[in-house]
Nanobody, 129 residues
Framework: QVQLVESGGGLVGSGGSLKLSCAAS????????VGWFRQAPGKEREVVSA????????YYAEFVKGRFTISRDNAKNTVYLQMNSLKPEDTGIYYC??????????????????????WGQGTQVTVSS
């Protein structure tokens, strides 16, 4: 069973920073990629960023390029999302998701060539103006 646990959300003022963490179960070798998604109230879930566990390639949505940085720590099997220059429109629930070699049933999102099918419970990010 794939387990993903997010942490690091909170309330921050416009222009501030937060660092989200996604702790993944099992071995890094079982993962193809881990991504971050977000969902604002009344809006659909959208992809924010992803990192390949194969070659380490990083992918970003246009609206976060230059502000957010995704990274990973293989020893901890944890993926981070450093968010700088936050804006009120960045407010939402942030989820991490995995493209894992063990397929799971449920919500699937195809992004950056990966199949994200395992999801964490989400962490709230609120940016005040």
């Amino acid at each position: 069973q794939v387990q993903l646990v997010e942490s690091g959300g909170g309330l921050v003022g416009s222009g501030g920073s937060l660092k989200l963490s996604c702790a993944a179960s099992g071995s890094p070798s079982d993962y193809y990629a881990v991504g971050w998604f977000r969902q604002a109230p009344g809006k659909e879930r959208e992809v924010v960023s992803a990192i390949s566990f194969g070659d380490g390639s990083r992918y970003y949505a246009e609206f976060v390029k230059g502000r957010f940085t995704i990274s990973r720590d293989n020893a901890k099997n944890t993926v981070y999302l450093q968010m700088n220059s936050l804006k009120p429109e960045d407010t939402g629930i942030y989820y991490c998701a995995a493209d894992h070699r063990f397929r799971v049933t449920g919500l699937v999102s195809m992004n950056f060539g990966f199949r994200f099918g395992a999801w964490g419970q989400g962490t709230q990010v609120t940016v005040s103006s």
